[in-house]
């Protein structure tokens, strides 16, 4: 959940007086933090996972269930019993969550970097259920679900002990303040955002319609049963996080959703704009027309020129935005800024330009993808610019008048108001330590791509607030539970601002929730050493993420120090886009007292509440000499909690390959960023995993260039496996394959730079079964990767065993043939006795659905549509901690006590006879 701090934290009109300073010294202690460990190298890969479970009391005369506020003592409890218990191998660590009934529990010491602990993942979820188990009172249950069904819907009677709806922190006309751990650092930071806002949070999920709902009575839908969506068979998209629009017109029971009905998915309009009025970022043609000009020099900010940057050329195309304070400027996606004009405003340099523009420039096709999939015609200035005239609008144009459609898209909503619904959800995270800084950022870049399929395949999340939700994951509720942008910050008019003290004085258009999808790449890579055709100095500047084609909101100020400080533009990026944010916990006596040269508290409370799909971690302070050695550490945050632990330790294990395999193919997963934000619209749509499609890279490898008799042909490395023409013998050698002195490829390094003609072609829309196990003769799916891989390391057969059940399930769930829990639970309680057919979950469907829950966890009840032939071991508190050989003397009484329990046996009997 992130830092937790011991102190009195401050309110938010004290805190406010705090923020700027926080935010610069925050800025100056990661500076100080990454001189001091960029150059840690070497690091072995170390992994974990977090599993958090809500603690439920059951009823059973009543056929009810509530939410039990006993997650501390529990928690104190468990840990007790593992500081008696330090002596074993194995053990489990156990911490605080948002939520009053949630416990976090992860393994005492990591996984290491061999295949035996694949094995130990599933071993040690199995051990925390256990351990769990023996501190359960009666009728408490502790199953692995992400959300509790009735959260929200049951009054004053939600809760044991009893609490009474609202309070002071939440203002909630739902939940009590009493649901809420009584660590400081959580209702301070509930409070803090409602207040930074200047509203309640507003969660407004579209609710799933069924014959008898009765707030679709009204509304005029699309044809079709309850199974329909927008009319079609493509997925209904909720656009969370930018209902502002429609909720002004609408109000909180109703919410506009989106259909998947195209490449660019359905946008909704208003005025001519985008609902969410987030542009695509442009594209501008770099045509500087004076007497000897042939480019021109990148700013490191406007007016700062850099000489020894490699500068675009005439017939360049570079990708940014303009800079709404500082007109006449564009900043681009590599982190550096042109100006549009020249100072006397008389030669215009920059030309927007098409989106689909490629550069005229030959060198830059020559430098640009090592990985071509069409022949580019080779579109000349002239051409660029006349085509500019009917296809460079910056959004598609719309009329003013709302369109028949738009209100057909109009859907019912399950309203929520506050950050309990959202951080009250359960789920599965894991964090690699990687080698070092290089390759944390790599992964980072690579794990964002996965995020989203990886959450639609996990999806666990189609019921909230005693409601059927027409949506399966949570993380768009939790991005809504802890939105604390202003009304400006959204788009919005906002009467009072600006905030002086706020960051971009609470003005500045943000995007994003602080909870949501990366919002850029961070991988620099570099231009390979020894290659003679393309010049080494500065070259990256001008292809660099091609693929970041959404804007980044930064923070100019920090970005200036970042760089100054010698922080490369990328990162300087992703540092300087966290700092848009403002802490929310600021705690008496640890603000200026903290030391920037050796503390790093400031840059955490910036860093810890960014909640980002992965986030990017590095090493933290040691405060002795015996504190262990912690590296550069990648976290992957999507993914949904299972109902038992094979299926968690599946995903973990899956996940845990897919990194290896990845960095040991030197595998490209880039795809523009403003696809992998629609991939996680499209990753909550209801059954995402067997019905939808998500963009995806169609080429992980270069490919390999000959002659198909009329020209120049390119194809997969991976066809001549799938059409037989290798028999794994060794090739000759590709330029790709070849590694610096870090031990790192040509491949990899120019991986973010892989764009120089039609990238837009790189990738393709894939259901999730071709995700998994390959589409064609060009990409192989994932899961055979995983297996090559397992192959490639000769991985013993014990752990092969129980990995291959775990792709056997993961592959059936992204065939259809299984279900994903989420699809499993709304069956549930459709079919259940007590349903009505109107989206509402009952109290005896919520009674009944949480007991087998827990049985399913527990294996005492299979699931054949949930886990196929797959059983799963009882599990029981039995054998949950060693038991000691004692040796200490017992009382004679006891002893005496003992053996009466065995003299009616025969043995003894006979004993005594004799």
């Known amino acids: 959940m992130g830092l937790l701090k011991v102190g009195v934290p401050q309110n938010w009109d004290k805190s406010k007086k705090n923020l700027r300073y926080i935010r610069k010294a925050g800025v100056r202690q990661f500076i100080s933090t990454y001189n001091r460990v960029k150059d840690f190298k070497g690091d072995e890969l170390l992994w974990g996972d977090e599993i958090e479970y809500g603690i439920f009391k059951l009823d059973h005369q009543n056929k009810k269930v509530r939410l039990c506020l006993q997650g501390k003592e529990i928690m104190d409890e468990l840990n007790r019993k593992e500081q008696e218990n330090h002596q074993m191998t194995e053990g489990c660590n156990f911490v605080p969550e948002y939520g009053a009934w949630m416990v976090e529990a992860t393994p005492k010491r990591p996984y290491t970097g061999y295949t035996n602990d694949l094995l130990r993942v599933e071993r040690n979820m199995r051990l925390r259920r256990k351990r769990m188990l023996t501190v359960l009172g009666d009728d408490v249950i502790a199953p692995t679900v992400s959300t509790f069904p009735l959260l929200g819907a049951m009054k004053d009677d939600g809760t044991v002990p009893p609490s009474k709806v609202g309070g002071p922190v939440t203002q909630s006309d739902y939940i009590s303040d009493a649901i809420i751990n009584q660590h400081p650092r959580f209702g301070t930071l509930t409070a803090n955002i409602r207040q930074r806002r200047g509203e309640k949070v507003n969660i407004r999920v579209p609710l799933f319609r069924d014959e008898n709902t009765p707030e679709f009575m009204g509304l005029k839908l699309p044809a079709g049963g309850v199974d329909g969506c927008c009319g079609s068979d493509s997925q209904q998209l909720w656009r969370y996080g930018k209902g502002d629009y429609s909720q002004e017109k609408y109000g909180k029971d109703y919410v506009v959703v989106g259909c998947s009905t195209s490449s660019t998915d359905e946008a909704v309009f208003k005025d001519g704009m985008r609902e969410d009025d987030m542009p695509t970022l442009q594209k501008w043609l770099v045509d500087v027309q004076c007497e000897g000009c042939k480019g021109l020099f990148y700013r490191s900010s406007p007016g700062q020129i850099i000489p020894d940057a490699d500068w675009p050329r005439n017939g360049d195309i570079v990708v940014g935005s303009e800079i709404s304070n500082v007109p006449g400027w564009i900043r681009l996606q590599n982190g550096y800024y042109l100006p549009m004009k020249s100072d006397d405003g008389k030669i215009q340099f920059l030309h927007r330009v098409s989106t689909r523009a490629t550069p005229s420039n030959p060198e830059m ?548 006879q004799s």
């Open 365 to 912: 096709k020559r430098i640009g993808s090592s990985t071509p999939l069409f022949r580019t015609n080779g579109d000349n200035i002239a051409a660029l610019l006349e085509g500019y005239k009917e296809t460079a609008t910056l959004v598609a144009q719309a009329p003013a008048v709302e369109s028949e459609q738009t209100k057909e898209n109009v859907r019912a909503a399950i309203h929520m108001d506050a950050m309990a619904f959202g951080m009250g959800c359960c789920c599965l995270q894991i964090t690699f330590q990687c080698k070092d800084v290089d390759e944390s950022r790599f992964l980072f870049d690579q794990l964002a791509v996965l995020a989203p399929v990886m959450m639609a395949l996990t999806a666990s999340t189609p019921l909230l607030r005693g409601r059927i939700a027409d949506t399966d994951a949570r993380w768009g509720i939790i991005s809504e539970s802890v939105d604390d942008r202003t009304l400006s910050e959204r788009g919005r008019n906002d009467p009072n601002g600006p905030q002086e003290e706020l960051a971009g004085k609470g003005k500045n258009r943000i995007y994003k929730s602080r909870y949501d999808c990366v919002s850029t790449y961070i991988y620099q890579g570099a231009v390979f050493p020894g290659n003679e055709t393309i010049p080494r100095g500065g070259l990256a500047n001008r292809v660099l993420n091609m693929y970041n084609d959404i804007p980044v909101p930064i923070d100019e100020e920090s970005y200036k120090l970042l760089r100054e400080a010698g922080i490369d533009p990328a990162l300087s990026q992703h540092v300087a886009h966290l700092f848009i944010r403002d802490p929310l916990v600021v705690f008496d006596g640890a603000v200026e007292e903290v030391d920037d040269e050796v503390q790093t508290e400031h840059w955490e409370s910036i860093q810890s509440t960014n909640w980002q799909s992965v986030r990017w971690k590095p090493p933290p302070p040691r405060n002795s000499p015996n504190d262990p050695h912690i590296g550069w550490r990648t976290e992957f945050r999507s993914m949904e909690i299972q109902l038992t632990d094979f299926e968690n330790a599946a995903f973990t294990a899956f996940t845990v390959l897919l990194t290896r395999v990845i960095l040991t193919f030197d595998l490209n997963l880039y795809i523009p960023l403003s696809r992998v934000d629609a991939n996680m619209q499209r990753a909550h749509s209801r059954n995402a995993s067997a019905k939808g499609k998500f963009f995806f890279r169609r080429h992980l490898a270069p490919l390999e260039e000959g002659d198909d008799g009329y020209g120049v042909k390119y194809t997969s490395m991976f066809s001549r496996a799938v059409n037989g023409e290798t028999n794994g013998e060794s090739v000759q050698k590709a330029n790709g394959d070849e590694v610096d002195e870090e031990g790192v490829s040509r491949q990899r390094r120019e991986a973010p730079f892989a764009p120089g003609s039609d990238e837009e072609n790189s990738y393709e829309e894939m259901t999730m079964t071709e995700i998994m196990t390959g589409k064609g003769d060009y990409f192989p799916g994932l899961i055979p990767l995983v297996n090559a891989y397992l192959d490639h390391i000769h991985c013993d057969k014990i752990t092969r065993a129980r990995v291959d059940l775990y792709l056997d399930f993961i592959e059936k769930r992204a065939t259809g043939e299984l279900v994903t829990p989420a699809t499993w639970m709304r069956n549930f309680v459709r079919t259940h006795p007590d349903y009505k057919g109107d989206s509402v979950v009952s109290d005896e469907i919520a009674y009944d659905l949480l007991q087998t829950c827990t049985d399913i966890g527990l294996g005492k009840l299979h699931v054949p549509e949930l886990l196929g032939n797959i059983k799963i071991d009882l599990v029981t508190a039995e054998g949950a901690y060693e038991v000691k050989l004692e040796s200490k003397r017992a009382q004679n009484d006891h002893v005496l006590g003992l053996l009466a329990r065995y003299k009616r046996r025969d043995s003894f009997a006979r004993g005594r």
